[in-house]
């Protein structure tokens, strides 16, 4: 066995995301000696990173007041126009601004390639001294003898599917660290073991998730209104019994990102999020914008949707959670990247404050009392009822009542409760109870099959290592998945992860695993109906390359 090699340093932040750049800046502002590293399992910063997006500017004003004058591209595209569509299959309506609460105006954001934001942000961190190596997934977590966090383990490099070493094996770098920050986004690994080990759920709701696919095109220029910002609610999703709803932002450059979110609660396992999100592409509306353009890149992750009662106690002995791997998205505003960025803020500012002091390897309740006093838990708690309501009462009376609810909140008026979540999983029903749904065939001009779009991914993999993504109980996985429910892993996942093919020499079910494509959306971590499945961290680099998303 090798040894490992062992790096100090002050603080390690596992993620590179806005979120753990955030805090990464902040900490070298308070104080430049401080150590910090920033651990990205992408290729580069910004590989893996997918969003609309819509950014407010709120806490990047606070970090980087000058950012519009020093070169981030998320600058060139205010918000111009803002458009709410309902659809019906082959109309739409616009939902007047007059009747949304205030804060569901875009006013002062701007729509841009959150990937290029953190490229950016990159640029910044390193500038002050931090270091911040893409390419390492951090696999483990150091557990000192008190039982705090001591830093992490990067992941083993040439280690083959068999599980011997290669000719380039080189083992993980410990990391030990005075502090650790967890930002690995949504259904992170390392967050997940962190809060089943320190009990961090105890007093919250279940974190649920929503689906997110996103395309980026470049469309005719007569038809590009630079700024301009559509949301739609309604079909096709209404025609299923479940919900969500699409995007469509004129962006810098001539391009379009648009996308669909699936929330992952539905209960027909014939429901596919992806063939969802290209039904919707055919809406006349959504058409029109689209012809005669090109695709020309593709990708998908989940999302928070829990709001905030689903916010875990974020401080665990040695550490803390930031960002969505906490999950402070507002899911009315589709917005979550400046809530991220000010809780890694407010992370650093205690871990700062605690190393001045002389501790280390505490456990930070000064930073979760701060952040729930924050305007961060001041945004959230206007729109905490907003998802739970939409999904308990549907599209069209739910929508009202969160509507409803959201100005109560507002006005300062509303009822002292928070509604309830039931993890997404739970609500898959068994396939006999539901119609097949048959969705049209692809075009290859509007509508693509989901090989062809994981093509524009530019996703990649190893071959010869580990699958990360495991299965518990492959016996379960044929006699449940497939048998009760009728294999919706090959439905939900949207980059074709996942097959039931036949056995030729045995002629039995055969689940097969198709890693190499896997976009590290984290859904079947999320949806599989027995949580059967494990998301693990592939080895460094691998995944997703997004250009511009």
């Given amino acids: 066995m090798s040894e490992r090699e062992s790096m100090p340093c002050d603080v390690v932040i ?7 750049l955030a805090a990464a800046i902040k900490l070298k502002q308070i104080n430049a000696e401080l150590e910090v590293i920033v651990l990205e399992k992408g290729s580069e910063i910004g590989a893996h990173i997918l969003s609309g997006a ?23 595209t205010p918000v111009t126009d803002n458009w709410h569509w309902v659809l019906s299959e ?25 990937g290029n934001l953190t490229r950016w942000l990159a640029e910044q961190a390193e500038a002050l001294g931090v270091m911040v190596f893409p390419g390492f997934p951090a696999a483990d977590v150091i557990i000192d003898d008190e039982g705090r966090v001591a830093g992490v383990i990067t992941q083993d490099m040439g280690v083959a599917a068999d599980g011997s070493h290669k000719p380039d094996y080189t083992p993980g770098m410990e990391i030990h660290a005075k502090y650790t920050l967890l930002a690995e986004g949504v259904r992170g690994n390392l967050t997940k073991r962190m809060k089943a ?109 829990g709001g905030w009662q689903s916010v875990p106690k974020l401080a665990f002995p040695g550490g803390a959670l930031i960002g969505c791997a906490a999950g402070f998205v507002n899911v009315p505003r589709i917005k979550g990247s400046h809530t991220a960025m000010k809780s890694g803020m407010l992370a650093a500012e205690s871990i700062a404050a605690a190393i001045a002091a002389g501790h280390e390897k505490t456990e930070l309740m000064e930073y979760d009392t701060a952040l729930r006093s924050s305007w961060i838990a ?63 065939k ?22 010869d290592q580990p699958v990360h993504l495991q299965v518990k109980d492959w016996e379960l996985q044929k006699e449940s998945e497939l048998e009760v429910y009728g294999g919706p892993s090959a439905r939900y996942c949207p980059a074709g992860v996942y097959e039931w093919l036949t056995d030729e020499a045995t002629g039995e079910p055969k689940f097969q695993i198709n890693a190499q494509n896997c976009v590290h959306c984290k859904t079947c971590d999320i949806k599989d109906p027995n949580q059967n499945i494990n998301w693990v961290t592939p080895e460094g680099g691998g995944g997703p390359n997004y250009p511009n998303m």
């Fill in 14 to 20: 596992v993620g590179g995301g806005v979120a753990g």
């Fill in 197 to 305: 080990k320190y009990d961090l759920e105890a007093n919250c709701q279940p974190q649920v998730y929503g689906l997110g696919i996103k395309e980026l095109w470049d469309i005719d220029p007569a038809k590009h209104v630079p700024g301009r910002v559509i949301h739609t609610q309604g079909w096709p999703l209404t025609e299923s019994d479940t919900w969500g709803g699409g995007f469509i932002y004129h962006q810098a450059n001539g391009q379009v990102a648009l996308g669909f979110v699936t929330a992952l609660d539905y209960k027909n396992p014939w429901i596919s999020p992806y063939q969802e999100f290209q039904r919707w592409k055919l809406h006349p509306a959504v058409r029109e914008i689209l012809e005669g353009g090109k695709r020309v890149s593709y990708g998908a992750r989940a999302i928070n949707e």
């Fill in 378 to 440: 001041d945004e959230l708690k206007k729109v905490q009822n907003a998802q739970p309501a939409v999904a308990k009462y549907g599209n069209d009376l739910g929508t009202a009542l969160a509507g409803i609810d959201m100005w109560m909140r507002t006005l300062k008026i509303g009822l002292p409760i928070a509604m309830k979540h039931k993890p997404d999983y739970t609500y898959t029903g068994r396939a006999d109870l539901y119609p097949k749904i048959d969705y049209p």
């Fill in 54 to 76: 819509v950014v407010d500017p709120k806490a990047l004003d606070e970090l980087l007041p000058e950012w519009r004058d020093q070169g981030c591209s998320m600058a060139e």
């Fill in 442 to 463: 692809p075009d290859g001009v509007i509508t693509f099959d989901k090989l062809t779009n994981v093509a524009y991914s530019y996703t990649n993999h190893a071959e």
């Fill in 90 to 114: 082959k109309g739409k309506s616009s939902l007047p601004h007059a009747i949304m609460p205030p804060l569901m105006s875009n006013k002062g954001c701007y729509t841009g390639s959150l």
